[in-house]
């Protein structure tokens, strides 16, 4: 393999350098390989340009682009991520089938880090170093995006991170197709707010980084908008939790205060399921006091007895069920290529979709796949999304998306009671927690800076390094 | 008033039969309102809705049901308003509102959705409880009134006085009674305060403590007056509450830990399978609903004795594999065991879906049983606490008044003596661990009616079943029952002051403090076996 890997070319010509190149090399290795790499260089150029001059299937010849995917695919994630795995597979066949980018094909290199975060950054190493992949789609949760930092950041590569996350962070190297809070959360109180008239919040969550953040920002947000301190309700819960009996009484409590009460649930996984179950068996109607969701999608739903769940709220930027022939087209193509009449679609699936996208169209516009010369050519790069809109990479390496609200139908699917009227761009630094209030990101020359901070006019560590910091 | 529907739509579909359809739809002035109904906006949404209800129509219930569960559609073409049979998938079974008439399928592209949402859906709820407050039945005219609570605005004043008036029944009376007065007081009338006064409903409580600040003194006062003596109530009501939400975990902690006491307790093998072993029996349950669909209850009875059966032949196949080699040998055991239940997980993953199936609540398990307005004890739970009692039961007899319980006793105590005395550990080793696999897979059974079927189900509660066994005091069936009973209160005690997460390393700490204190458990052995 090594021979082969160290410089991907095409199939027959890596057969010949492998059987020149003796097996047993003694330690000079090392400095014969960059001569070697030049000469293979040469010698590709001249095998193509033979190729090109006999009119010889000239994409055959040329070099693939190599797409790694990073998902886990065994563990406790595996059930959000293998479908990620799928969808980027089905976006190359297509790509592919429509003659590839710059008339070379794509190749996908798909590698399992296997829920182990750890495990994450080995595997970007391999990816990056070995495989010499031109970019990477992966990652689900906020720790593995945090281990593989990083290495992306080390190595330059590049990487487009799908999931709703908390914010916080713009890395040179990473392209945030997933919603940040002010594209989920904050829209999700608004609506709360101002359609509904809710006065009372319980913001419940699974206790880790992302509820706890997503928490802090809103109840920040919440004070701002002059809600008093014995308004809110916060409550954080293990993984897996499954006894929710006393936290839905607390709530059933907290809203007989002769305010309208909301939930706002960070509630991760499946905990949703005994959490909604309880709701309806403790008598908790969708209409008296209703839980709207960030971390509930068809997905989880496709493995949950809805019944219970009806007329309770999500927000995403993306839904199944939303009216629109471009996104009937995407559910057909997944439905073939899964062979499974009832496949489901979801938000972190359109996110890749709108990565995969955008990259391509960043390469065509560079002309290259050149990581830096990508990194330039894809900002402000707009690519149409799956709602009807279309979404543009910011110079924060955030996308504009719309932000939905639906409501559970019996059927698994969410029916969309409200919409933003104007798309909303990511906000990688929030407005409504201190100390990330006066940063911005703008990797645009001459800023080129994920954390410039407006108050002192410095830009500070890179994510990467904040990220292994923490470590 | 079913009879009386049905009748109706007889009467329509007969009618339909005999007029030509195209005439009769053209004339029907349902059609006009539905149309009304979709295309309305936002705002007139509740006229269109008011507008099919005073229309009379027999057919405008089923209309608004259909509404409120998201079932009205618009062909996209040609502007028909049509009702949704089968929402899933990519083509939709539609039928005519008006007729009743079943139209075939339809692809998702071509409709398009009437849209409702939870403020309209609430007004719906209360409209639809309207129309069922002249049902014959008591029940159903008192489950309507109760869902007036809170929904009732100035167009249900005059129709809900009426009823008022005419209403025999003295429960459905107080309801609406009740319904009326919480609109009053959110209207600021002073005397209906009175009426809420001794009332623990917490839609009263919100709107008394709405008026409570209200800028009208008098009203506030009162108001502030009838809170204190709910208080008073409350408080017992929420004690009572408490103690059933330990006994309900208790009664969880105890059936998961149950077969564990058996199999760990008495014959001492550390089976770290147990939890997959529960896994096995949840999954048995959704297996039996998939082999009976649409009979949910049918499916779960027949999921005990099939649960029971599964875990059970899983746990002979751990055993002659696997156990019986290692006994005497605690470390392999556990590492042996440990490999096992990966392998469970992993097969299940492999031959199933690593995704969680859907285990569905039968219907007379949904839903709480209701003492009084602030008390109701969830029915899932109510039956699992009962079913965990059951079991204990069951096993308490089968260890003390069975030949098998003998044999086990005397096996577990000496077992060299045992089998000089005749009796052949080897079966009794068998049909003791199947025994204690069995009761693992009910607790699985029970399970899947409080948390999610999949593949990590299992452990989710090894470590709280080893937790249980240990702190009731190994080998001790009453240890075990007393210990999980008093974790599960103890949690529920310490959750809403310290929260979850720290409720449950509190409940730990206080365990490992126990163990120091006392090694051998809340009832430890007394006797030779103690020492054997």
Redesign the interface.
């Known amino acids: 393999m090594e021979c082969g890997t160290a410089d991907a070319v095409a199939p027959v010509r890596f057969m010949t350098n492998c059987t020149l190149k003796p097996k047993t090399e003694p330690k000079t290795q090392l400095k014969k390989r960059t001569h070697n790499m030049s000469l293979k260089k040469h010698v590709k150029l001249g095998l193509s340009a033979l190729a090109l001059s006999i009119s010889f299937n000239s994409v055959a010849a040329e070099d693939p682009i190599k797409v790694g995917i990073l998902h886990s695919l065994s563990g406790?994630m595996?059930?959000s991520e293998?479908v990620l795995k799928d969808t980027v597979e089905m976006l190359i066949e297509q790509q592919n089938a429509k003659g590839g980018v710059l008339g070379r094909q794509m190749e996908a290199v798909v590698v399992d880090p296997a829920s182990n975060w750890p495990l994450f950054a080995e595997k970007a190493r391999e990816l990056l170093a070995q495989e010499k992949v031109d970019v990477i789609f992966g990652n689900w949760t906020s720790v593995s995006r945090k281990s593989v930092l990083p290495v992306v950041e080390e190595l330059n590569g590049l990487l487009f991170y799908p999931v709703q996350y908390e914010g916080e962070e713009s890395s040179e190297n990473v392209f945030y197709t997933g919603a940040a809070p002010n594209q989920q959360a904050i829209p999700a109180v608004n609506y709360l707010m101002n359609?509904?008239g809710v006065e009372r919040w319980v913001l419940a969550g699974t206790?880790y980084v992302y509820p706890r953040t997503t928490n802090k920002i809103l109840e920040t947000y919440l004070m701002d908008m002059g809600v008093a301190k014995e308004d809110i309700m916060i409550?954080?819960?293990?993984f897996?939790?499954?006894?929710w009996?006393?936290?839905v009484?607390?709530i059933?409590?907290f809203?007989?205060?002769?305010?309208k009460t909301a939930v706002v649930s960070t509630i991760n996984g499946?905990a949703n399921?005994?959490f909604y179950?309880?709701l309806?068996?403790?008598?908790i109607a969708?209409?008296?006091i209703?839980v709207v969701a960030f971390s509930v999608g068809e997905q989880e739903l496709?493995?949950?007895?809805t019944a219970?769940l009806?007329?309770h709220?999500a927000a995403w930027n993306y839904f199944m069920s939303v009216?629109n022939?471009a996104n009937?087209d995407f559910?057909?193509q997944w439905?073939e290529h899964t062979g499974n009449?009832?496949a489901v679609t979801n938000d972190p699936m359109e996110a890749h979709y709108i990565g995969f996208n955008m990259y391509v169209e960043a390469v065509k516009k560079a002309g290259t796949t050149d990581v830096d010369a990508v990194k330039d050519a894809i900002i402000g790069v707009t690519v149409p999304n799956l709602t009807g809109g279309y979404a543009a990479m910011m110079p924060n390496h955030h996308i504009t998306k719309p932000v939905l609200i639906g409501?559970i139908?019996?059927?698994?699917?969410f029916?969309v009671?409200?919409e933003t009227p104007s798309l909303v761009a990511g906000d990688a630094w929030s407005d409504y927690l201190p100390g990330s209030r006066d940063m911005i990101a703008d990797w645009r020359k001459p800023m080129f800076c994920g954390t410039f901070n407006t108050a002192t006019g410095t830009c500070g560590a890179s994510a990467g390094e904040m990220a292994a910091a923490d470590e | 008033m079913s009879i009386c529907r049905s009748l109706t739509l007889l009467l329509i579909a007969l009618v339909c039969l005999l007029s030509l359809p195209a005439t009769a739809q053209e004339n029907d002035p349902g059609k006009a309102l539905l149309i009304n109904l979709a295309e309305a906006p936002a705002s007139k949404v509740e006229e269109a809705v008011n507008a099919i209800v005073s229309s009379g129509d027999e057919r405008a219930r089923g209309w608004l049901e259909a509404y409120g569960?998201?079932r009205l559609s618009r062909v996209k073409d040609t502007g028909q308003v049509v009702l949704v049979l089968n929402?899933?998938?990519?083509d939709w079974e539609i039928a005519d509102p008006l007729t009743g008439e079943n139209m075939g399928e339809m692809s998702?592209?071509e409709l398009?959705?009437v849209?409702?949402?939870?403020?309209i859906?609430?007004q719906l709820?209360g409209i639809l409880a309207m129309l069922d407050l002249n049902a014959p039945d008591p029940k159903v005219r008192e489950a309507s009134a109760q869902d007036m609570m809170?929904k009732v605005d100035a167009s249900l004043v005059e129709p809900l006085e009426a009823q008022l008036v005419q209403e025999d029944n003295a429960g459905v009376r107080d309801r609406i009674a009740l319904a009326l007065a919480i609109y009053r007081v959110g209207e600021g009338n002073v005397e209906a305060v009175d009426v809420l006064a001794g009332s623990l409903h917490?839609?009263a409580?919100?709107?008394?403590?709405?008026?409570?600040?209200s800028d009208n003194q008098e009203l506030a006062a009162s108001a502030t007056r009838a809170l204190e003596s709910i208080e008073q109530k409350l408080k017992l009501n929420r004690a009572a509450?408490?103690l059933y939400?330990g006994l309900?975990?208790g009664s969880?902690l105890v059936l998961a830990a149950i077969g564990l006491a058996i199999t760990f307790g008495v014959m001492g093998v550390i089976n770290m399978a147990h939890g997959e072993l529960i896994m096995l029996g949840a999954y048995t349950t959704w297996g039996m609903q998939q082999l009976f669909p649409g009979q949910p209850g049918l499916a779960l009875i027949l999921s005990i004795p099939a649960g029971f059966m599964v875990a059970a032949t899983a746990g002979i196949i751990i055993e002659r594999s696997v156990i019986q080699y290692l006994k005497g040998r605690p470390l392999e055991t556990l590492l042996a065991t440990f490999g096992i239940s990966l392998i469970l997980q992993q097969l299940v993953r492999t031959v199933i879906s690593?995704?969680?199936?859907?285990?569905?609540?039968p219907e007379w398990m949904?839903?709480?049983l209701v003492i009084n307005d602030a008390l109701?004890l969830?029915?899932?739970?109510l039956y699992v606490l009962a079913f965990a009692l059951i079991v204990f039961a069951g096993l308490m007899l089968i260890m003390r008044k069975t030949r098998l319980g003998l044999e086990v006793r005397a096996v577990t105590q000496n077992r060299a003596m045992a089998r000089s005395m005749g009796i052949r550990a080897t079966r009794v080793d068998i049909m003791t661990f199947a025994l204690g696999s069995g009761v693992a897979g009910l607790a699985g059974v029970a399970l899947s009616q409080?948390?999610?079927v999949?593949p990590?189900l299992g452990q989710?509660y090894i470590i709280d079943s080893f937790m249980v066994v240990v702190f009731g005091g190994v080998g001790n069936l009453w240890g075990t029952l007393i210990a999980g009973l008093s974790l599960g209160t103890i949690n529920?005690l310490l959750?809403?002051w310290a929260?979850?997460?720290l409720a449950?390393i509190i409940v730990l700490v206080f365990i490992i403090l126990f163990i120091q204190k006392r090694p051998k458990g809340l009832f430890p052995q007394k006797g030779r076996a103690a020492e054997g």
Do not use: C, M
């Open positions: 406790t595996a059930i293998t359609e509904i206790d409550n954080y819960t293990p897996g939790h499954s006894d009996q006393n936290i009484s607390d059933k409590r809203g007989s205060a002769g305010k499946d399921v005994p179950r309880e309806g068996n403790q008598g969708a209409s008296d209703p496709s493995g949950i007895d219970p009806v007329g709220l009216d022939d009937y559910i057909d439905i009449e009832q409501e139908q019996d059927n698994g699917q029916s009671v409200w | 569960n998201n929402n899933r998938g990519r998702r592209r398009d959705r849209a409702i949402n939870n403020t859906r609430g709820e809170g917490p839609r409580r919100a709107a008394l403590n709405e008026a409570a600040r509450e408490t939400f309900s975990l969880v690593p995704q969680n199936r859907t285990v569905v609540t949904s839903g709480s109701s969830t029915l899932n739970r409080l948390t999610n999949g990590n989710n529920q959750e809403p929260g979850a997460v449950k």
